[in-house]
């Protein structure tokens, strides 16, 4: 299995708070991504980065930021929390030189009441 | 934009005997990747298979394999000998080549939930 942890597993917080989620890895991949899962709609592409301070938007980014000040970490930031983004959020990474294929961390729960 | 639909929301099989899961997509792109991912109740996600667009051979991996159909868009996952293990969310998924920094995008499938029954 690809070494990729999420901390924390999961979180309880309050609409209109910051929320910072970690993924780490010990891969060296380059790429790095955050999805956002939620009933009905698969999993969507939130940001994701192609190197260290690199970063792009993916399909549903408004409300979530984004840093990559290291190879191993990519961070993903709620602002201000809402409650409609109470979800399962997945890490993943890939590592086009060898493969395209992404692989997942475990998953962070978040719940914003 | 792509987009992925996974027509069957719920399949469930017997043990020991084979279940296929559905999965269409729909591109403009000549070449591309296609994945299909295993979620159990741990909600990992697995990889279960991939498949290259430009190569005809269908993928396969031990009880698992792919019927891909490129003129008809369609990439369907053939599960052989269902064991209880094999109980779980799977998703189908495609990505774009690389043809610059916005690439490597997963467009997933909403899933398909699949239970294998002693």
């Known amino acids: 299995d690809a070494g990729i942890t999420q901390s924390p597993r999961h979180k309880v917080t309050e609409t209109g708070t910051p929320v910072t989620l970690r993924c780490h890895q010990t891969e060296n991949h380059r790429y790095m991504y955050w999805y956002r899962q939620d009933p009905g709609h698969g999993l969507r592409l939130i940001h994701y980065?192609?190197?260290?301070?690199?970063?792009d938007k993916g399909e549903v980014s408004d409300g979530y930021s984004v840093s990559r000040s290291k190879t191993e970490d990519f961070l993903l930031t709620l602002e201000s929390a809402t409650s409609s983004q109470t979800s399962v959020y997945f890490c993943a990474i890939s590592d086009r030189v060898s493969t395209d294929t992404q692989y997942f961390g475990p998953g962070t729960r978040l719940t914003v009441l | 934009a792509q987009t992925v639909t996974q027509s069957q929301p719920e399949m469930s099989v017997q043990e020991a005997e084979t279940v296929t899961l559905s999965c269409t997509y729909d591109t403009s792109e000549s070449n591309y990747y296609l994945f299909w991912y295993k979620q159990p109740p741990s909600r990992q996600m697995i990889l279960v298979i991939r498949?290259?667009?430009?190569?005809?051979q269908n993928a396969t991996e031990n009880r698992f394999s792919v019927n891909f159909q490129k003129a008809a868009k369609s990439f369907s996952l053939k599960i052989s000998d269902s064991q209880l293990g094999d109980t779980a969310m799977y998703f189908c998924a495609f990505m774009k080549p690389y043809s610059g920094a916005g690439s490597y995008q997963l467009t997933f499938g909403k899933g398909t939930k699949l239970s294998v029954i002693p």
């Open positions: 498949q290259e667009a430009y190569k005809q």
């Open positions: 980065s192609y190197g260290v301070k690199d970063t």
